[in-house]
């Protein structure tokens, strides 16, 4: 092999290198962006718009998954990264869970209106920092429905615990009551006897009692 041929199969080498290298760095920056996404929003995991289509949603989902999925780099923060991409591409192909996004984003986009004193058609909403305060606000009223949501399953949680004591003590009770009439059941045949013995006993004192009386003295 000529020293041109060499060279050339050098600088290919080098060039698939760099073409891999760059390639691995790209994964690294997708893997860090997901991770530092807001998690309850599941359009910013994905690197979307709200509103977008469907079919948005599933050729990002697809590029991105390929693109950071654990068999095809060393990163160690893929497979987070990875679940992450996944539960936000299921929350959004979901009708209602996406529908409550939208409504919560819509609700942000609506108190930063008022908070400001703004209308809709204020030119301020078309500028890049009213986007960052719309995704800041989006946070917050993410938080906050987040937070209502586990109060009201703990409250829910704690109401069927009760439920479930009252089912329990109720169930207990009858349990008891059943065993209380079974073994005064079983014990009928012992009263029954006992009651007779006494009245035969008293019936036995009586007739010793007129016996005596009609006794007489003697002389």
Do not use: C
Request: net charge positive.
């Amino acid at each position: 092999m000529g020293s041109s041929e060499e060279k050339e199969v050098d600088t290919r080498d080098a060039l698939e290198v760099l073409e891999a290298e760059a390639k691995e760095w790209e994964k690294d920056a997708e893997i860090n962006r997901i991770l530092q996404a807001f998690r309850l929003d599941a359009y910013a995991v994905l690197g979307l718009k709200p509103g977008v289509p469907e079919s948005d949603i599933k050729n990002t989902y697809r590029k991105k998954s390929l693109l950071i999925h654990p068999d095809k780099t060393r990163n160690p923060l893929a497979p987070e990264a990875f679940d992450r991409l996944k539960k936000a591409q299921t929350e959004l192909m979901d009708e209602k869970h996406r529908q409550v996004l939208d409504e919560a984003i819509a609700d942000a986009r609506m108190l930063l209106i008022r908070e400001n004193k703004w209308t809709v058609d204020s030119p301020e909403l078309r500028t890049e920092e009213f986007e960052k305060k719309w995704a800041e606000k989006t946070k917050f009223v993410l938080i906050e429905n987040e937070q209502r949501r586990r109060r009201q399953l703990k409250a829910q949680m704690q109401e069927e615990g009760r439920q479930q004591r009252k089912e329990e003590e109720e169930l207990e009770a009858r349990k008891r009551k059943r065993q209380h009439e079974q073994e005064w059941e079983a014990t009928r045949d012992q009263r029954i006897n006992s009651w007779r013995q006494f009245q035969k006993a008293k019936t036995g004192e009586g007739d010793e009692k007129k016996k005596k009386k009609k006794l007489k003295p003697i002389g």
